[in-house]
C-alpha cells in the first residue's frame, strides 16, 4: 500500500492523472510544480488534498522540504521540446540532468524515485528487428535526448514514455502532441497539417496506462527488477493514419519534412514481463474519449 509519495511536475498533463489516481487510492500527495506549463485547475481532479510547493525542482531548500519523509517519488518535471532543447541547451540541462540530481539527492536515502524518460533517447536507432527494445543502441538527436539519457543513472526506474495521449494534454503550443493538435482540428474544424508524407510512424499510448504502469513500479517490493522499461502500445501507427482517425472528413495539408525521428515503435516484452504492463486502451477508444 502506497502511503506518503511526492509527484513533480504533478500540474502537468501526465502528472495531474497520476495524482488524480493517486489520491482516489488514498494517498498522502505533495506536488511540485514551477507552473511553467502545467495548470492549476488539473489538480482539480485530486478527490483529497494535495499539498502543492510551487517552485522549482533546483530549488533545494523547497525540494528538500516537499519530500520529507516520502517513500516513493515520481519524478515527471521536465523541459519537453525537441527544437526549444537545441536553442536552449544550457537551460535543458539544468532542469532535466541537475532537477533529476536534485530531487534524489534530496529524497530520503529509501526512498523510490520514478523517472519519466522518453523514446526519443533511441533516436533513429538501427536496430533490427523492429521494434525497438531495451537492448538496441541509444542514439540521442538533440539536447533534449541527450539529457534525459544521463539523467537515467540517477534514478531507481526510467520508464521511457513513447508518444503519451488523452485527456488534458496541451495543444496550444508549437510542441504539443500530435494527437492534440489534431483533435484540435477536428474540434474547431481546421485543417491539420503534416510535416513530411505522413508515412512517419510513433507508438501512441494512452495517459491511463501511463499512470498504471507508474504505480505498478512504486507498488513493486525491493527484489523487483529495477532499471530502463519501454512504455507503449507495442503498435506502430502512422500520422496520416492518425489523421485519418481523427479528421477523415477533413484532408490535411501537407508541409515540407522536419528533421525528426522517422518510425519507432516500443517492444514492450520487458515492462509486460518484470511490470506486469499490459496496455488496456486501444488506440481508437482513446481517440474517442477525447
Known amino acids: 500500500m502506497l502511503s506518503k509519495v511526492c509527484v513533480t511536475g504533478g500540474a502537468g498533463f501526465i502528472g495531474s ?28 481532479h485530486a478527490s483529497v488534498k494535495v499539498r502543492i ?23 515527471l518535471a521536465s523541459l519537453v521540446s525537441v527544437p526549444d532543447s537545441i ?17 534524489r539527492d534530496d529524497a530520503p536515502p529509501n526512498a523510490k524515485v520514478i523517472m519519466s ?4 533517447v533511441y533516436g533513429n536507432a538501427d536496430c533490427h528487428p523492429k521494434p525497438v527494445s531495451e537492448e538496441c543502441p541509444t542514439n540521442p538527436l538533440s539536447p533534449y535526448a541527450e539529457y534525459k539519457l ?6 531507481d526506474y526510467s520508464l521511457r514514455l513513447f508518444n503519451v495521449y488523452g485527456p488534458r494534454q496541451r495543444f496550444d ?11 484540435d482540428c477536428k474540434k474547431h474544424c481546421t485543417t491539420p497539417t503534416i510535416y513530411g508524407d505522413g508515412q512517419q510512424t510513433r507508438d501512441f499510448v494512452s495517459v491511463h496506462d ?12 525491493d527484489t523487483c527488477a529495477r532499471g530502463k522499461y519501454n512504455i507503449g502500445s507495442g503498435t506502430e501507427t502512422s500520422i496520416l493514419e492518425l489523421s485519418n482517425y481523427l479528421c477523415g472528413d477533413t484532408s490535411p495539408v501537407f508541409m515540407p519534412a522536419r528533421e525528426e525521428i522517422n518510425k519507432i515503435y516500443a517492444d514492450t516484452t520487458k515492462a509486460k ?17 477525447l
Open 210 to 221: 501511463v499512470v498504471d504502469v507508474m504505480i505498478e513500479c512504486a507498488r513493486g517490493n
Open 117 to 120: 524518460s522518453s523514446c526519443a
Open 17 to 44: 492523472h497520476l495524482v488524480q489516481k493517486l489520491a482516489f487510492m488514498g494517498c498522502d500527495i505533495t506536488v511540485i510544480d514551477d507552473f511553467s506549463s502545467g495548470e492549476w485547475h488539473n489538480l482539480n
Open 273 to 289: 514481463n518484470e511490470l506486469n504492463f499490459f496496455p488496456k486502451v486501444e488506440l481508437k477508444d482513446g481517440l474517442q474519449e
Open 87 to 103: 536553442e536552449n541547451p544550457k537551460e535543458y540541462r539544468k532542469v532535466i540532468v541537475d532537477g533529476t540530481k536534485r530531487v
Open 53 to 75: 510547493f510551487s517552485t522549482s525542482i533546483n530549488h533545494p531548500e523547497y525540494t528538500k522540504l516537499a519530500l520529507t519523509d516520502c517513500e516513493v517519488v515520481f519524478h
Open 173 to 183: 503550443s508549437p510542441y504539443s502532441g500530435v494527437v492534440a493538435k489534431f483533435n
Open 150 to 155: 544521463e539523467a537515467e543513472s540517477e534514478v
